[in-house]
């Protein structure tokens, strides 16, 4: 009985999957209408019977990843871009202009956090093309020209010219990065929101509450409170 339960799940699984490389297990469990902790124990299980060819879950076990050649490159990409936040900071270190150096740590920091979150969430890996592509590379490119600009004997109008606009760049390529990091956490925004909207209505059929969740309630509580 319980191979044939556990077939049948499969099979659920599979069909949800749909060939997908990586897939959330919230999400699953929302499509099987099992609990998520069900779902991670019985993926891991089907995992050692092997019954699905190359899955394992992510690092943070919030992801089932059915293509390790794609989790591989993404991992890939997540070290090439520590590889480049090392080098902003080297370069960094060796300028000691207080401005830019702030302009410099706000970079690795905010480029820190968007590979760290691809590391944890490999399948968003595709987003960041054009940020290893190009952007990325090009900044670094820049701050290399600051760094051997600064590091000149003299200071002449050309060089102090490139200097500046390279400082005033730095503030638009932060808030670019920022962005980034910012559409990253969309689906993650999807997802509480959809959880906010469940428990609102599940609620209200209970008869748990007369509305919404919202800052008014509250604020009209406070005012009768007055």
Do not use: W
């Amino acid at each position: 009985y319980r191979l044939r339960a556990r077939n049948k799940r499969f099979q659920q699984y599979q069909q949800q999957l749909q060939g997908c490389k990586f897939y959330s297990i919230k999400q699953l469990a929302a499509g099987t209408g099992y609990t998520e902790a069900f779902v991670k124990k019985d993926l891991k299980k089907m995992i050692r019977l092997h019954m699905f060819r190359e899955a394992f879950l992510d690092e943070q076990e919030t992801s089932i990843i059915l293509d390790k050649e794609t989790y591989g490159q993404s991992q890939a990409v997540v070290e090439e871009g520590f590889g480049y936040i090392r080098q902003i900071k080297e370069a960094n270190d060796a300028i000691p202009g207080e401005v830019i150096s702030e302009k410099l740590t706000r970079l690795e920091q905010i480029s820190t956090k968007v590979f760290l979150h691809v590391k944890e969430h490999p399948q968003k890996v595709s987003q960041l093309r054009n940020f290893m592509d190009y952007y990325l590379p090009t900044t670094l490119k820049l701050v290399h020209a600051y760094r051997d600009f600064d590091q000149q004997d003299v200071e002449g109008e050309n060089i102090n010219a490139a200097k500046q606009n390279i400082e005033n760049v730095l503030d638009t390529i932060n808030d670019a990065f920022e962005n980034l990091l910012d559409n990253l956490y969309e689906d993650d925004f999807i997802d509480i929101n959809a959880d906010i909207s469940t428990m609102e209505t599940l609620l209200r059929q209970d008869g748990l509450t007369d509305g919404d969740f919202d800052q008014s309630k509250g604020e009209e509580k406070e005012e009768k409170k007055e």
